[in-house]
């Protein structure tokens, strides 16, 4: 159904508030316009671009501090987080990360974003990977979009680990699910 430039301006509108994690490819399909139509309904209706509009989320989002490792070398982009409780990341699938012959992710940059999401999400200095439990549940693909997201299911203070969920979805399709065992000092 073909919808007049004001209408699909205000779905848009609606859209990206729901969701302002879409990328604009996605926006061109759900409208059945090009993405240069797209461009230019934002570019109108002042909606920066996805990059602009992930930093604005992630600013919003920040009460807390990574402390378990530096937020650079966290795989993906952390876009929230409450320490010792949940936290989510974003991780564009680009062509090195994916093997040339079928353009399906290594699962280690998939791994790799859920355990360091596991670690990021630990109040405390030291956060180290004790033991993994993981599902990939079917293969990501270059240019899709991942995004994980961890929960605190228990902190042991006596043993010093925390356990932590985190499950990793490519358009509320889950692809990899990880129980992780980390190991925090005791003294926090």
Known sequence: ?????????????DTIQENPFITDEELADKFSVSVQTIRLDRLELSIPELRERIKKVAENNFDDEVRALPIEEVIGEIIDIQLDQSAISILDVKAEHVFKRNQIARGHHVFAQANSLAVAVINDELALTAKANIQFKRSVKVNERVIAKAEVTKIDQDSGRTFVEVKSFVQNELVFKGEFEMYRSKNN
């Not at 159904?1 to 509108?13: D, I, V």
């Open 1 to 13: 159904m073909r919808r007049n430039k004001k209408e699909r301006q205000q779905q848009l509108t």
